[in-house]
Structures are given as structure tokens and as C-alpha cells.
């Protein structure tokens, strides 16, 4: 379906999101970054990362 299509969908026909959804949705999700490549980026934002109150 293309983006197109998506915004065209007629909001009534779509139905609630449930939580089953999410919990179905946990389940095939993964990660898009490496644990190593993750934990350079959590490195990293311990010493340059936000510090605003």
C-alpha cells in the first residue's frame, strides 16, 4: 500500500489498535543496531550526550 493509499484509507474502516497488537508487534521487532555498535553509542552519550535540566 502506498503512502497515498494510506492517507485516502476512510478512518472508520481502520480498527482501534489493541494491546494484543503491541505484544504481537514485541515479538517480531529486533534490533535495527548491533549490541556492541549500541553500547559505542551509549558511550558515547555519557560523555558528550544532553545535559540540560
Same mark, same amino acid.
Given at each position: 500500500?502506498?503512502?497515498?493509499? =494510506?492517507?485516502? =484509507? ?15 508487534? =514485541? ?5 535495527? =543496531? ?20
Amino acid at each position: 500500500m502506498s503512502f497515498q493509499e =494510506v492517507k485516502e =484509507v476512510p478512518l472508520g474502516s481502520v480498527r482501534p489498535i489493541s494491546l494484543i497488537d503491541f505484544q504481537v508487534s =514485541v515479538q517480531k521487532i529486533r534490533s535495527s =543496531v548491533e549490541a556492541k555498535t549500541l553500547n559505542k553509542y551509549l558511550d558515547w552519550n555519557k560523555d558528550f550526550g544532553d545535559m540540560s535540566m
